[in-house]
C-alpha cells in the first residue's frame, strides 16, 4: 500500500508539462544592463542616480537625516500607582506582616487573596487553592526561601485571607 502511494506521488511530480521557455540564470545579459543604464532620470532628480533594487518613486534620505522619533513622555513615566487600597486590603496586608510576610507588592498579596475567596466561594478543594496561592507566594520577586518554604508562605496567605478577607 505504502509503496503504491509513492508511486503515485512521485508520478504526479514527475511530468513536464512546465510553460516556462527557459531556465533562470544568475548573470545579467547585455540587454538589461544597457537598459539600466542609458534609462531616462526622473524629472524630479538631479544628478544622484536612484537606489539600486529600491523604489524608484521614493524619496532617497541619507543615513545622516534619519532620525527616530522621540518616544512620547507618556510611554517613559511609570504608572501613576496601584489604586488606592481599601481598609479591607490594608488590613490584610497587616495581618500578613503580623504571620511574617511581607509581600513586594500589595498586588500580589491581593491577587492571592482574591483567588483564596474566590475558590472558597466555588468550594473548591482546600489543596487546590492552596497549590495556586503558593505559585503566587513563589512568584513574589522579594519571597526569600530562607526565611521561610513557599509551602508555608502559601499556607500562610490561605490562612490569612480566610479569616480577615475573605470574611469581611
Known sequence: MAAL???GLLAACGSNDSTAKSTPTLTTTKAAAATSTTAA????STDTPAPQGGDAGAPSVTSSQERP????????APPSGSPALSDKDKAF???L????LTPGSSDIALTAANLVCQGKSENAPQDQIITYVTAIAGSDPSFDPSKMSVEQAGKIYYDVASKSY???
Do not use: E, M, Y
Open 5 to 7: 502511494a509513492a508511486t
Open 97 to 100: 506582616k503580623k504571620a511574617g
Open 41 to 44: 532620470p526622473d524629472a524630479t
Open 69 to 76: 522619533a522621540p518616544v512620547p513622555s507618556q510611554f517613559l
Open 166 to 168: 475573605c470574611t469581611k
Open 93 to 95: 496586608l497587616d495581618d
